[in-house]
């Protein structure tokens, strides 16, 4: 009995393990390095916004602004702080039509945006250009101030605060796009099928899967709320529903009124170390109105790629 040799002889296979690491390239690298700058640049402004709340007021008036101060002082924030209560009354309203705003109307933009998506949905045509109006005619400014003030009798309340800003065009067009891609028509079908009706498969099915879209257009309108002062300095005019916004705007202009006015009394000017903080303060201000945005941006800053850049269902 023969046994062919050449049949058990195999040839000698090299086995490669991958390591899952990719070598990174010289363009990687020169990419790397100018989008580290871009970084540099982008971030020093702000740095020099935090230093400059912190550099005595002479110092700044002398050498200007710089990112390495010889003298370091608080009167630039304690001009801020000093409001106190006021500050904190402030805050409150301002985290309040923020957070109400913001809820309110993604539930009214996510709802329209299923309706103009239902391809049943009979006035789903009509509500679409209805949706396009605001973006190409204005009542204006004057004209909104009697509506609000005059027939709604809103003059002095916090859902002018509100309501202005509460339902965008351009949000409702995101939110009804990622709906429209994202989202099988075939799963609000099947709901349809088993008795679901629209409240429902809107709730339970559509609403979860926006997740990502709602977070990134929440977001937008959040940061919209949080830095509108022009409605209040319209509309609003007692102190316990000062925004934030406002009071900041007030706190500047006191400042540039006692630099302006040469009848201020040594007193006050004797209060504020004889040396008035209009620089570290406008300063201290900026950081007073952005902290809490940077604070929250990097917790929402992963939905964006998902919820402004829409895909593609893929079977």
Do not use: H
Request: aromatic letters at 14%; proline letters at 5%; one cysteine or more.
């Amino acid at each position: 009995m023969t046994v062919n040799t050449s049949a058990l002889k195999q040839p000698e296979r090299k086995i490669r393990i991958s390591t899952g690491r990719k070598k990174i390239g010289p363009g990687q690298i020169i990419l790397l390095f100018f989008v580290f700058l871009f970084t540099v640049f982008c971030f020093a402004p702000v740095l020099l916004v935090f230093i400059s709340a912190f550099t005595d007021e002479m110092w700044i008036n002398q050498n200007g602004f710089s990112f390495f101060p010889g003298e370091w002082s608080m009167n630039g924030m304690n001009s801020v702080l000093r409001y106190g209560n006021q500050l904190i009354t402030s805050y409150g309203i301002t985290i309040l039509i923020t957070v109400v705003g913001t809820f309110a109307g993604l539930l009214v933009m996510s709802m329209y945006a299923y309706s103009i998506c239902r391809p049943g949905f009979r006035l789903s045509r009509f509500l679409s250009i209805f949706l396009l109006i605001p973006m190409l005619f204005n009542g204006g400014q004057l004209a909104g101030y009697v509506v609000f003030t005059s027939w709604y009798g809103l003059k002095d309340s916090l859902l002018l605060l509100i309501l202005p800003l509460m339902v965008t065009t351009m949000n409702v067009i995101i939110l009804r796009t990622y709906i429209a891609n994202s989202i099988p028509g075939e799963l609000m079908e099947a709901a349809t099928i088993d008795g679901a009706g629209d409240y429902r498969t809107f709730f339970q099915i559509t609403l979860p899967l926006l997740k990502p879209s709602l977070a990134a257009v929440g977001f937008m309108m959040a940061t919209a709320y949080w830095n509108d002062w022009q409605n209040a300095l319209i509309y609003i005019t007692s102190n316990n529903k000062k925004p934030l916004q406002l009071l900041l705007i007030n706190i500047q202009k006191s400042i540039e009124f006692l630099l302006n006015n040469n009848n201020v009394p040594a007193a006050a000017r004797a209060a504020m170390g004889n040396t008035i903080p209009q620089y570290s303060s406008t300063m201290a201000t900026v950081i007073v109105v952005i902290g809490p945005i940077m604070v929250v941006y990097p917790f929402f800053q992963k939905y964006f790629i998902k919820g402004l850049t829409v895909g593609s269902v893929k079977g």
